[in-house]
């Protein structure tokens, strides 16, 4: 908007020409004023319930305790991903009501009365050593409103155990799919069901896998149509990103 | 094979109206049948319309001609990408109704009655140089059944032209994003909207861009939460993706 | 900024109670408004000049010749950078007072009267084949009003021709030093002067340089301080750069 | 030289039937003759029939045309890969009985009377566009003696199609997987299978398969014990190999 | 699932002395069932012998000793990789009878009567650092039933050593090579012999050996036909491709 | 300077035609004389102040202490960058006034009396995990003399901070951005102020951020103009560079 | 030298204390006074005569003409490497005498009596393709006055061609290796001659040589002492450097 | 065996003074016997005298000194590198006479009379950090009978150090040059000197250095002719080579 348009606006306003409503309405559209509660007021978010996310990876137990307390005054439900048994201890001690889930390193607070899960999330892992991306996948998409369903350690050398769960993937709205190695699962995956994939490299492998980029490859030369990739060993993201395709549309 | 067939099936060989050999026939072939059939019967994909798609490269004119014929016995919408001058051409000649997208790179088929576009798919380029992925994932999501709102050259150097369109964004059940050079419009829209944002890298860039690697890797590294990646250069993947989001749900 | 306080200034605007330069004032700083015209109206920029830059590569010569025109109605000044033979002509036909710098690739128009180069910028390249990106880099900054001292063929291994120019580096106030194969030579620079330096490294080379990456580490890596780096052949971003950096401060 | 040969020598030394200078130029040349020898007299190797190969690029089509006849000479069987169209013709003209496989891009000539194909040999292949390679592996193999069947186009996205081969595959002695992309086949063949697999990475896809490396670690990452992989469309070097493996062992 | 049986239970369905009810649920089982028993009843695979495998990384040592447990109450043999010394320790303190090889990092229990080594594996390695990854691979293939000779020490940089053992390797059905740094071994003894040669790269060496990628690269390159490789220090998988390749084909 | 040229000046001196003065300072411009003191004399750098900085890691605590009294006897600044707790000791032990700062990891020293800090650098970062990068780029910029403007936790997914801080940015005259993960920060800053901006990636991030990789690459690919790049982590040179920038020249 | 130093030694001369001789002896050696003419007086490569060189890449037929006339105005001897069939043959118009070296891509002149070739430099390649180096590299050695042996064709696969020539290897000052794929040459050369080696890797090999990388990587790890490497392809490089290691010592 | 020995052997054969079967035993172990001399009887070697040596890493400390003393019953000189501190120990418990050099982290012994040094190596190095792999370059090349002379500390950034250095570079047979971050040092050196100039890039530095590898490809890719490369950190091969090209050629 330039200076312009603004005064003679304004100028409309000051002599009754132009109604407060509708100038307000031409200076919302400003858009850095959207910016602010942008998303706050988003329905689709809201209807399935949010949490606030704490990454811990460079917090020290202190702060990380300290920010737990933070937003726990202001929201009912949070995630924290990546906590260390120094940070787990140190925010057992100032939030009781916490949560902690080992395996996938995740500390959780769901407090109040929660809707119930809706939709249909499927986690899919390849192998054992997959399992803690595979959990904060879990933890994440339940925390954020999610019903989720498992299959794990379903990798493609022993592919009747994949089969064997073909049923239960088809039901779902999406699909997270865990592996290491040559991280093959979300390509067969993909052809199987016809919800989004949504493939997630880990680090487990060793030699040439160099810390997940074979996997991370892989995956995204994948040949079934309809699989995206989020960053190695990032249960999180794809855990987030099926609870977003999962929530229901608000139209 | 539904349970239903199958029980229809052996209820025929117990009344003796089919012979045991040609029961074991049916059932020798059960498990592919059942996989074949999987992706056909599957009420979501239908409700919203669906092509048959053909990838161009390395195929002959004259196979993709023939390959195209021979869907369309089938099928009522084609969709074919990466086609060359020489594709084109021949099957121009052989499918009369075909539809040319020069900057895509496609070919489309629609024949009969066709639904109305539902939900929303936003489709957001970067620089003029990326559209024609930017475009290849339109006429993919389109022909899915998606109804398309583009926002082309809204790259993060000129920030203003990109918030001009938020609005537009918000409404959108998947965000698609083309970008080449650092790939970092994806993390700026990831921050202003929350429907899911699938990125695609392009290989547009020059030097330390190494054929779209600095944008892949700067999109798996976003920053925002709700991003995920496709192969780079791969418009049609992304266009598929954000229409298999977008169909509505069939609980 | 928001919406109670902004009805509340425009009912204080309507009342009279505030004066609408005042007003202006308080939208004005509203990010977006100055988001349009952001760098048009910027002190340093103007003193010195400044061109509208066209990136040719992906434009017909067609489009090319267009922009060029267009450009033309609205400025007095044009660089378009790596034009092919093709689009030369096209602009020459479309617009007679074009100059073309062969070496550089680069298509400058400037017309009406301009302020005489100011400060210094010098221009320093290792080897002849690392010359068109030194001449992009000169032809870039002289557009945008910088004095420019070029040191063409001054390579690390024949340090004496080095040695004989450093009188004048000395006197730049920013330095592009233009080096392919292992990019040693703006370390050296970087030793003997103390104004910025900017690395370009460029593609030439063969085998293990890897397209300009050998020569991109180097001067990431160099051992002298006060050096930064650009991308791979990028003559145009390090001419820009010094421009900027050799334009006079404003305060 | 054999010990036979040896001995034999030495007897006419002592016997004074050669002279010392004779005998010291016949064992000068020692080594290289005992190794010389060594692939020729191998039993294992000479049962199932095994031919010269020739790999073509850069070789000039007479140089390739008079190296053919030259084998030919003193072998009944001959192999010649990566034919370009120039080298057909040129070798055609000089072998009038040679064999032409164009999609393998193989010459092959085979005379006199062949022993019947022994044992088994599997080529399974991911798409169409990876039969270039897989060809070249199947003649390769045929012309060594293996009786080798092929099961193309059964890609991991379309999982039921191979399903259908796996009792076809379960007979080979060895399998040869030829994949792009993702490369995730010769894993789940080798989930299928207890025959050795050797994977051949192609180097189809696009984007971020760079060249086959993505197929190629993929490949290096297998989940599935008893694959090993060869270099990037090298479906000569699975062939040979799988041929090695199938023929029947001399003990 | 084989015909026969399938045949059966359809004809007791016409009989009536099969329920449909059990019909469908023993036919929707079909496929992982087929798949399951695929590796048991192979033929080849039992004659050998054949060990369960269990890969230690990533296992508490109580689970480790449970899987031990576990797997030996209903299986004659195991092979544990990659122990760790807390491994060790926990598997001794439950299964008193495993044989703990230091070197190589495995445990392995054979209780019974066992068939003799059958065939002719060779294993080579190039430095005594090659050593733990070489001994994996020989523990490997003699548990699974493959009589090994060993060649160590015998780098390409020493040629002599290795030529002194060519006569030992022309024997074998298999010959494994270990070696790390430039990796040329697996090429020279390639040269040598006409047996498959199985090429382990392993991390062994510095600076630009980047963990084993310069020999994992000279070993896909290798000029040798009849080479093929594994990931790099994957010891268990050469040993038991070798051992597959060793044993005797059941036609 | 020939031979020849140099006799006949000083046969000049000898004959009293050249006076001393002229002869000293003909010879002074041989240019290895300047290069010892080179960078002592030169004004801009004095006049804002410089300090001399020492590189901790490598050093042990002992050698690092006696490196900072030994410089401080001849200069009133010293910056020590990287320093170990260690290392502070040590220092704190012998030169009681070193100020340490605990974020940047870094000791400085400043006595006598200074100069007011001249024009105006920002700083700029991306996240929290950022900061010990932007405070080393802070601590070098302000002991050079520059007056430093920070801007921190604005990354590009909360878009809205950012803008926030726009005004303070346009003031500055150097423009250091601090971003890890995908690196898009400077290229949205890039395109907002028209200082020169100096992009530092962090090795903030996980997976296939490749310890910064990614985030270098996005910089370097930067869409937006007047963006260079220095090594990841690099503080202190991206501080350092600022300085020179915004020293005032001295012409 | 420092000004205080500079103007006592021209006081002396002045005062006739300092014989001129003495004061040019002593300002000779100001570093850069050498710099000029280093190269030209420098006795161990004069006695083994030496040709200035031109690289042809990136210079046009004319340019590389004139530049050879410029040359042999001042020279006996010339070598140009890499040149393009036009460049060929403007050269050929230009300098009647000029030899060109057809596979070896290389143009030389040698006017007037030329030393007999000195020392002996052995140059030893894997494959027929790697003949265009090892061409490049024997050209430049022979008219740096060096005595050169080939061997070529004796790749490590077939070691009794290898092992014939140790004989003549062993005689070498210096040896240039030269191969593609796998690198593995230089490291069995290494083992069996104590002459240094000099490594050359070529682009030659597909998939995985990645134009030559897996060949240097593998040289560079070689097991050998005495191994050195330059870069890929570049057969001037090791040439030159073999005849300064070849030239007999001045001493 | 040399021509003297077979022909003695031969003449005994024929004498009747040796058994055939003694004879073909002496004459079957030829090839390798001899290899086995081949190093031992070199002249060039023997003359400046050569340390057996001893790679540390790997061994435990027991097997490092078990191997130090069987080696010094049989030689004069050793040679270790990279000694850990346990090593260290227990080798200087079993040979007291070791003498230890600890920035190298070499132990070296020699013994009885020792020729004096021979020729002349220079050894440079770039920074501090950079002594370890320089001090083991001089190690190396010392026992080996060169005579060395340092210049360290000489880096490209302050390139008075190195013009100082000069005449005494210019006097070496071989100029071993070390170097990390980004490697310039050589080209600059190579340059000014034209003895062979041996580049060792180290793993010194930060960020992009990647380990050592941008100081790699800047030497791999040095404008300067005469350079070739080593491994990352590998001084011993530096100092190895160097001795090499130092040693008096023996015709």
Redesign the interface.
């Known amino acids: 908007?330039?200076?312009s348009r603004?005064?003679e606006l304004?100028?409309e306003?000051?002599a009754?020409d132009r109604a407060?409503d509708d100038?307000?309405a031409a200076?919302?559209?400003?858009?850095?004023?959207?910016?602010?509660f942008?998303?706050v007021d988003?329905h689709?978010?809201l209807r399935c319930g949010f949490a606030e996310?704490v990454y811990c990876?460079?917090?020290t137990p202190e702060d990380a305790a300290r920010i737990a307390v933070e937003i726990l005054s202001g929201s009912d439900t949070l995630l924290m991903t990546r906590a260390t048994t120094e940070i787990v201890t140190a925010v057992q001690d100032s939030v009781p009501d916490v949560e902690y889930h080992e395996r996938a390193r995740c500390l959780t607070v769901r407090r109040g009365e929660r809707a119930p899960p809706c939709?249909?999330v499927a986690i899919v892992s390849?192998?054992?050593?997959d399992l803690p991306v595979a959990e904060e996948a879990r933890i994440t998409a339940e925390i954020m409103g999610a019903a989720v369903e498992t299959s794990y350690d379903v990798?493609?050398?022993?592919?009747?155990?994949l089969?064997?769960r073909v049923e239960s993937l088809?039901g779902a709205?999406a699909v997270v799919v865990v592996a290491g190695?040559?991280?093959?699962l979300p390509?067969?995956v993909?052809?199987?069901v016809?919800?989004?994939v949504?493939a997630v490299?880990t680090?487990?492998?060793?030699?040439?896998?160099?810390g997940?980029?074979?996997?991370?490859?892989?995956?995204?030369?994948?040949?079934?149509?309809?699989?995206?990739?989020?960053?190695?060993?990032?249960g999180?993201?794809?855990g987030?990103?099926a609870a977003?395709?999962n929530a229901?549309?608000d139209?």
Chains 1, 2, 3, 4, 5, 6, 7, 8 share one sequence.
């Open positions: 908007m330039e200076e603004l005064r304004l100028e306003v000051r009754g407060i100038a307000v200076l919302r559209s400003l858009p850095h004023t959207d910016l602010g942008a998303k988003h689709r978010r996310v990876p460079g917090k939709g249909s390849a192998g054992t050593s990798g493609v050398a022993g592919l009747h155990r089969l064997d088809r709205r190695m040559e991280g093959a390509s067969v993909g052809g199987l016809d919800a989004p949504i490299p680090s487990v492998g060793y030699g040439a896998s160099f997940g980029l074979a996997a991370l490859l892989g995956m995204l030369n994948s040949c079934a149509a309809g699989v995206s990739v989020v960053n190695i060993d990032n999180f993201g794809a987030y990103l977003l395709i229901p549309a139209d």
